[in-house]
């Protein structure tokens, strides 16, 4: 009798899940994208020193008083101390090979230091860059444009990320020859800024650096699930 109440429950189990799976409506999951092009407000910068010793204590203090000429000089050109930032400091011996052994000696030290610096006032960028570079900073590594700011743009990309899911979706529905049901979820994806490389030349006499920021392209996606309508 046990083995029989058994059966009946399982099989009411089934039915029941069965009838759920049936009733689940059907969906369109469609993924938007939008896109907001502005031209940038702030570049970060990375520069630095690299110095030669024959030994490491050399070469770090080489290092050390070319890297405070360079960060007194960008403080003069306006620069907040908030916005220097040492991002990379390292000191390596000088490998060369050794004819008179066939193997390799240290010849002496490498010392260098990275700064990461960021420039609020673009008119200036040039300045800034050409002022380091006379005052001893013979490395850089990049120049990035972006957004003081970016929550306005992000949210206006939002926007439009929406809107693009949506218009996909009414000529999903309308191809497929039904309507769209009320929404069933919305998932915000990827998203972030697009950087142009910037156009530049470095040269001793330089001034100043002649430099290009170009548009900053912000670019958000938002999945939204519908019920599809009868």
């Known amino acids: 009798m046990q083995a029989f109440r058994s059966t009946l429950l399982a099989a009411a189990m089934v039915a029941g899940f069965a009838g759920f799976a049936a009733a689940a409506p059907a969906t369109l999951t469609v993924t938007g994208e939008g896109r907001v092009a502005q031209a940038p407000d702030m ?9 030669e010793g024959k030994t490491a204590a050399e070469a770090l203090a080489a290092n050390s008083t070319a890297l405070a000429a ?17 991002s990379g400091l390292s000191l390596n011996p000088n490998w060369q090979n050794d004819s008179s052994t066939g193997g390799s000696r240290i010849s002496g ?17 040039g300045n800034v860059l050409d002022a ?15 957004l003081a700011d970016p929550s306005p743009v992000e949210a206006e990309a939002r926007k439009r990320a929406v809107a693009d899911a949506k218009a996909r979706a009414a000529v999903l529905a309308e191809a497929a020859g039904v309507t769209l ?6 998932t915000e994806g990827g998203g972030g800024g697009n950087y142009p ?7 001793a006499e330089a001034a100043p650096v002649p430099m290009a920021g170009g ?16």
């Open 43 to 51: 570049a970060s910068v990375s520069l630095g020193v690299t110095t």
């Open 70 to 86: 360079v960060m007194a000089r960008l403080t003069q050109a306006g620069i907040a101390p908030g916005d220097l930032q040492t």
């Open 109 to 125: 030290y490498i010392a260098s230091n990275m700064l990461t610096v960021r420039v609020r006032a673009l008119d200036g960028l």
């Open 132 to 146: 380091a570079v006379k005052d001893g900073a013979n490395t850089l590594n990049g120049v990035n444009f972006g």
């Open 181 to 186: 049901g009320p929404i069933v979820t919305i």
């Open 197 to 203: 490389a910037p156009m530049f030349r470095m040269a």
């Open 215 to 230: 548009e900053v392209e912000t670019a958000m996606q938002v999945t939204i699930v519908w019920e599809i309508g009868q």
